[in-house]
T-cell receptor, first 112, second 110 residues
Framework: NAGVTQTPKFQVLKTGQSMTLQCAQDMNHNSMYWYRQDPGMGLRLIYYSASEGTTDKGEVPNGYNVSRLNKREFSLRLESAAPSQTSVYFC???????????FGAGSRLTVL | QQPVQSPQAVILREGEDAVINCSSSKALYSVHWYRQKHGEAPVFLMILLKGGEQKGHEKISASFNEKKQQSSLYLTASQLSYSGTYFCGTETDSNYQLIWGAGTKLIIKP
């Protein structure tokens, strides 16, 4: 099984450009999450989706939008990228009743 | 409120023991421990629930002091493969919105 797949792995944007990070899981998990990871700050939750058709804001949602396209896919969109959004982004999923997050390999985004 | 992890970093020789602490100012429902190797995704180690028992897996175990809102991760007879950054994630309710500590970098030297 592939687990959680994120694309792209690396991306460089100019300030003001937009882009979408894609995430797909093949484990039939209900809940999906988007985190950002910055040096010295650990993981911070951007948005999450408890189940297909629902999305909720996390700690740091400003500047981002999400779409839970179906049970497998959860995308993160930056409408107008800013240098402060330079970070490593992780998608994760979890099944109902379980307490284990399965993470994707991460997407490193640089905004110039 | 982000939990506080200590130490920020620790360097050990192979075979030595390590303790990593995670402390919260809020009443906790659970504490989760993950390890992340450089350039990779975090990987689950264990979870400790309020009212639960101390968890253990081979030479890695953890405890949860509910009164102090603290958890400690114990690595015994460390191996080179234990190197990485350890994160604790805390929950104040069973809503799986984890708040993560800043991480503890563990370096194991041969």
């Amino acid at each position: 099984n592939a687990g959680v797949t994120q694309t792209p792995k690396f991306q460089v944007l100019k300030t003001g450009q937009s882009m979408t990070l894609q995430c797909a899981q093949d484990m039939n998990h209900n809940s999906m999450y988007w985190y950002r990871q910055d040096p010295g700050m650990g993981l911070r939750l951007i948005y999450y989706s408890a189940s297909e058709g629902t999305t909720d804001k996390g700690e740091v949602p400003n500047g981002y939008n999400v779409s839970r396209l179906n049970k497998r896919e959860f995308s993160l969109r930056l409408e107008s990228a800013a240098p402060s959004q330079t970070s490593v982004y992780f998608c994760a999923s979890r099944n109902a009743g379980a307490n284990v997050l399965t993470f994707g390999a991460g997407s490193r985004l640089t905004v110039l | 409120q982000q939990p506080v992890q200590s130490p920020q970093a620790v360097i050990l020789r192979e075979g030595e023991d390590a303790v990593i602490n995670c402390s919260s100012s809020k009443a906790l429902y659970s504490v989760h421990w993950y390890r992340q190797k450089h350039g990779e995704a975090p990987v689950f180690l264990m979870i400790l629930l309020k009212g639960g028992e101390q968890k253990g897996h081979e030479k890695i175990s953890a405890s949860f002091n509910e009164k102090k809102q603290q958890s400690s991760l114990y690595l015994t007879a460390s191996q080179l493969s234990y190197s990485g950054t350890y994160f604790c994630g805390t929950e104040t309710d069973s809503n799986y919105q984890l708040i993560w500590g800043a991480g503890t970098k563990l370096i194991i030297k041969p």
